[in-house]
T-cell receptor
Framework: NAGVMQNPRHLVRRRGQEARLRCSPM?????VYWYRQLPEEGLKFMVY????????ESGMPKERFSAEFPKEGPSILRIQQVVRGDSAAYFC????????????FGPGTRLTVL | GQQLNQSPQSMFIQEGEDVSMNCTSS?????WLWYKQDPGEGPVLLIA?????ELTSNGRLTAQFGITRKDSFLNISASIPSDVGIYFC???????????FGKGITLSVRP
């Protein structure tokens, strides 16, 4: 199965802890997007990365959130010092090249902050 | 920023019925995408539309790209129980193809 993979599927953290969400894009895809979905809402763009580069982070909160997509390995979305408002489903999507509008989503990571 | 509007929030239909849902925007989109999300899963791409006026089918699904480029429609014919889910419209915004999503329509199908 060459689909987008995300792990963990569920993550529980206490306030103040760190959350690390991982995303492996589809085989052959080098562009990764992260989105956040709050209950009964649509997905909201957070950040767009290509290998080793952050291209657009206009949707990501300035503090506590960071993302990377190293040369080797999955893309990581990192949330430091989590707060209850960070509880949401986080999805990553991948596409094969720049300007390709169809994005393919992973199953998501459901983050719960206690 | 650009927004996509989907209403109503929920739709309830009988198995076997057809259903139509639309998506509107105050801004022009050059691509319209329709996704379906099952509970606990990620969105799955159903149909992509690239040209104004384009009508595209995928099995029992048919979608149209509005002529004004400010709306799109998705039709599901002869609904079945597995059509239950949330249907999102989406379109790329800006130079980096980041997607803007509507809030989605939750479809329920009564057997």
């Amino acid at each position: 199965n060459a689909g987008v993979m995300q792990n963990p599927r569920h993550l529980v953290r206490r306030r103040g802890q760190e959350a690390r969400l991982r995303c492996s894009p589809m085989k052959g895809h080098s562009h990764v997007y992260w989105y956040r979905q709050l209950p009964e809402e649509g997905l909201k763009f957070m950040v767009y990365l290509q290998k080793e580069n952050i291209i657009d982070e206009s949707g990501m909160p300035k503090e506590r959130f960071s993302a990377e997509f190293p040369k080797e390995g999955p893309s990581i979305l990192r949330i430091q010092q989590v707060v209850r408002g960070d509880s949401a489903a986080y999805f990553c999507a991948s596409s094969p090249r720049e300007g390709y509008n169809e994005q393919f989503f992973g199953p998501g990571t459901r983050l719960t902050v206690l | 920023g650009q927004q996509l509007n989907q209403s109503p929030q929920s739709m309830f239909i009988q198995e076997g019925e057809d259903v139509s849902m639309n998506c509107t925007s105050s801004s022009i989109f050059n691509t319209w995408l329709w996704y379906k999300q099952d509970p606990g899963e990620g969105p799955v791409l159903l149909i992509a539309l690239y040209k104004a006026g384009e009508l595209t089918s995928n099995g029992r699904l048919t979608a149209q790209f509005g002529i004004t480029r400010k709306d799109s429609f998705l039709n599901i014919s002869a609904s079945i129980p597995s059509d239950v889910g949330i249907y999102f419209c989406a379109g790329p915004t800006g130079a980096n193809s980041k997607l803007t999503f509507g809030k989605g329509i939750t479809l329920s199908v009564r057997p």
